[in-house]
């Protein structure tokens, strides 16, 4: 990397919190190299307190652009000058991208979600889900999946903080797609546990399972699951988390972390700021060579 960084190095953030995990800044300095991009991707830890000052600089400093993630999804929105039509369905951005100033929101996280299933051989579309989390990861799923031709998906949360966003995902995709989305709570655990014994895929965009809960897991009885469910964990670090483990001891034979994901998300990103296409093989081997 000292090879590529000189005068004209352009910078690009992560700004998140926690974030020192990420394999976000492996994946796109891996990718810039490759093509022989003159682009730098350091990760920040900004917590909401610190997320004003954090967007200003990416105009004062002329950075291309920053990816954002938990728990500055949602809230960076009113700093923005702009949101592309999904990131506004969603009301949640993970990618920023600063044209001259102007900085415009976007979403990659819902089609690095589909993206990464169909890598797999797997496809969803007309068929149920069962998703916990309402945040900023979840709403993208959520409203992502149904646009794609989900039939139905069963939402879960907390009745916390995150719960109002929850209602609204259900109410944008009952009234904006053919998909038919219902919110249940996360208290009620043989509501849960029917509903995930009636779909085709559990997905966990809650970040349980991450630092600092890397011991827990929504999902404590490997009964819930039949064998040919797909599970699957947005968290990625660590590379089997408790829900992941659960689902093994069942037998699932699709088990999966947010590595997928995470890396075609990353794809779409890379293109909005530099114009090119990531070279997704190349990068799936270094992502993925640890699980080998």
């Not at 990718?31 to 600089?57: E, M």
């Not at 652009?65 to 592309?84: E, R």
């Not at 546990?193 to 011991?215: F, H, N, Q, R």
């Amino acid at each position: 990397m000292t090879e590529r960084i000189d005068g004209h190095t352009i910078l690009i953030g992560l700004m998140a919190y926690p974030i020192r995990h990420s394999m976000s800044p492996t994946m796109h300095n891996n990718a810039f190299a490759k093509l022989g991009l003159n682009y730098a991707y350091l990760a920040f830890d900004i917590t909401n307190d610190k997320l004003s000052d954090a967007v200003k600089a990416i105009r004062t400093l002329d950075m291309r652009g920053s990816n954002v993630s938990m728990p500055n999804k949602q809230k960076i929105i009113p700093y923005l000058d702009k949101l592309d039509p999904a990131a506004k369905l969603c009301g949640a951005v993970n990618t920023v991208v600063n044209d001259d100033g102007i900085l415009t929101g976007y979403t990659t996280d819902g089609t690095g979600f589909m993206k990464s299933l169909e890598d797999e051989g797997l496809d969803i579309r007309g068929k149920k889900m069962t998703l916990s989390g309402a945040g900023g990861a979840g709403t993208a799923i959520a409203i992502q999946a149904a646009l794609d031709g989900v039939a139905e998906i069963s939402i879960f949360n907390a009745k916390d903080k995150v719960w109002d966003n929850a209602k609204r995902n259900v109410d944008i995709i009952n009234e904006k797609t053919s998909c038919k989305a219902t919110l249940h709570t996360l208290e009620d655990q043989e509501d849960f546990k029917s509903e995930i014994a009636d779909s085709a895929i559990y997905c966990d965009s809650t970040g349980v399972g991450m630092k600092p809960l890397e011991d827990e897991t929504l999902v404590t009885d490997p009964s819930w699951f039949r064998k040919d469910i797909i599970v699957y964990d947005t968290v990625y670090a660590p590379r089997t988390t408790k829900l992941m483990e659960v689902a093994q001891k069942a037998g699932v034979a699709h088990v999966f972390n947010g590595l997928g994901m995470m890396l075609e998300q990353g794809a779409e990103a890379f293109k909005l700021w530099t114009g090119k296409s990531m070279p997704v093989e190349y990068i799936r081997e270094l992502l993925f060579k640890e699980d080998k």
